[in-house]
């Protein structure tokens, strides 16, 4: 039985995803991935270059989710390939290493994945909402990672119905992505609380602890190959505690 992968996603470099977001994951030993529109950073209400090297520098995983925000099908051949490759170099010209492409809107399909791959890219998170939020694992395209959670926000969801999600995601051994814009206290279609944001992180710690789950970022959890350990439960806290205090 694999044990299951939980990431935490968060798009579209809000500011809030350093000044809320880092904090509240730091407090209980969790990195995830951001995921980032390389023309705004930098921009009012946007994360900074110096701010996404921090986040690096602390674990997480900064992903490219494009230069301008397009729907990536609806582009030629030439234009899906700026959006790529622009991005990424941007990214890496800052000091940011770039493995995973994340598609604004999930728009995507076979044909961006070998696009994607041939500019660079070793992992894409296109999320498929009307699917199940689980991926099995292992993943059989990394570059076209279907499946995840809808936008978290907490207009329309729970806490609890985050960890349900976890639970079925233990009980498959599979790949949980989840998926955030705002961590911010605003009543919005895409802004989660941060009491709500601080509630799934400490599930997520404890279940960790549990030797439950692994949370990780995107691109490390698609490619761990850890096993639930059956029969060695201190070795399983262990191997949890080795997770959560990066
Ligand atoms: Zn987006």
Same mark, same amino acid.
């Given at each position: 039985? *694999?044990?299951?992968?939980?990431?935490? &996603?968060?798009? =579209?470099?809000?500011? *809030?995803?350093?000044? !809320?977001?880092?904090?509240?994951?730091?407090?209980?030993?969790?990195?995830? &991935?951001?995921?980032?529109? #390389? +023309?705004?950073?930098?921009?009012?209400?946007?994360?900074?270059?110096?701010?996404?090297?921090?986040?690096? !520098?602390?674990?997480?995983?900064?992903?490219?989710?494009?230069?301008?925000?397009?729907?990536?099908?609806?582009? +030629?051949?030439?234009?899906?390939?700026?959006?790529?490759?622009?991005?990424?170099?941007?990214?890496?010209?800052?000091?940011?290493?770039?493995? &995973?492409?994340?598609?604004?809107?999930?728009?995507? !399909?076979?044909?961006?994945?070998?696009?994607?791959?041939?500019?660079?890219?070793?992992?894409?998170?296109?999320?498929?909402?009307?699917?199940?939020?689980?991926?099995?694992?292992?993943? +059989?395209?990394? /570059?076209?990672?279907?499946?995840?959670?809808?936008?978290? !926000?907490?207009?329309?969801?729970?806490?609890? =119905?985050?960890?349900?999600?976890?639970?079925?995601?233990?009980?498959?051994?599979? /790949?949980? #992505?989840?998926?955030?814009?705002?961590?911010?206290?605003?009543? =919005?279609?895409? +802004?989660?609380?941060?009491?709500?944001?601080?509630?799934?992180?400490?599930?997520?710690?404890?279940?960790?602890?549990?030797?439950?789950? /692994?949370? =990780? &970022?995107?691109? *490390?959890?698609?490619?761990?190959?850890?096993?639930?350990?059956? *029969?060695?439960?201190?070795?399983?806290?262990?191997?949890?505690?080795?997770?959560?205090?990066?």
């Amino acid at each position: 039985m *694999n044990i299951a992968k939980i990431v935490i &996603t968060i798009d =579209d470099g809000h500011d *809030n995803v350093y000044t !809320n977001a880092l904090p509240i994951m730091e407090k209980y030993g969790l990195v995830g &991935t951001a995921c980032i529109i #390389t +023309s705004s950073v930098g921009s009012t209400g946007k994360v900074t270059t110096n701010q996404l090297s921090e986040m690096q !520098n602390k674990g997480w995983e900064i992903a490219s989710h494009s230069v301008t925000h397009p729907l990536m099908t609806t582009l +030629s051949e030439a234009e899906q390939r700026i959006e790529l490759a622009d991005s990424k170099t941007f990214l890496e010209q800052n000091g940011i290493t770039v493995n &995973t492409f994340a598609p604004p809107s999930r728009d995507w !399909n076979d044909i961006s994945s070998v696009y994607a791959e041939e500019e660079g890219y070793k992992a894409v998170r296109a999320l498929d909402i009307t699917s199940t939020p689980t991926e099995p694992y292992p993943i +059989s395209n990394k /570059l076209y990672v279907r499946h995840g959670s809808t936008s978290i !926000n907490s207009a329309a969801h729970s806490p609890i =119905d985050v960890f349900n999600w976890i639970e079925t995601a233990i009980s498959e051994g599979s /790949l949980l #992505t989840l998926l955030f814009h705002h961590i911010r206290d605003v009543s =919005d279609n895409y +802004s989660t609380s941060l009491s709500d944001f601080e509630a799934i992180c400490a599930y997520l710690k404890k279940r960790s602890l549990d030797g439950e789950i /692994l949370v =990780d &970022t995107f691109y *490390n959890s698609l490619n761990a190959t850890l096993k639930k350990l059956e *029969n060695e439960p201190s070795e399983r806290i262990l191997l949890s505690d080795r997770n959560i205090t990066i």
